[in-house]
């Protein structure tokens, strides 16, 4: 009967972590957008530009937020430049991932460009959560 508490209570520590860490990818993805529109609509900042920028505001408060809120109490926290570097190293292999979905589904087999929107949403965030409990806040 304990063993059946602890794996549910196991259950429920990840389905919290799991929960916080989608709450926490939408505000990274909120900044991400909104950095990009008002440098590239504002400051007329190329395109491409605005979005690098964009993007690592968003590995900054992804990284400050699921490290102190979506995966609290699980591993450690010590080396600031180890869990830091592979948050780094994990946030370019969604950009990687995210790019391949757009690449093989739009470019490669001509699909509708809305085409990667499942797996970008569905598979790349899992994978990454993954990563991310795994490797960087073990």
Do not use: C
């Amino acid at each position: 009967m304990a063993e059946m508490t602890e794996a549910w209570a196991a259950r429920r520590a990840l389905f919290g972590q799991l929960v916080r860490y989608g709450l926490t990818g939408g505000l990274a993805t909120i900044v991400n957008i909104a950095v990009y529109q008002v440098g590239a609509s504002h400051y007329r900042l190329d395109p491409n530009l605005a979005w690098t920028l964009g993007f690592l505001g968003a590995v900054l408060v992804g990284y400050v937020v699921h490290s102190h809120w979506s995966f609290r109490g699980h591993g450690r926290r010590g080396n600031l430049v180890r869990t830091g570097g592979r948050f780094f190293v994990v946030s370019l292999v969604s950009f990687a991932l995210n790019s391949l979905w757009v690449w093989l589904l739009v470019k490669a087999m001509h699909w509708p460009t809305w085409s990667p929107y499942p797996l970008v949403l569905g598979v790349t965030p899992l994978a990454v959560f993954w990563l991310n409990r795994q490797w960087v806040f073990d």
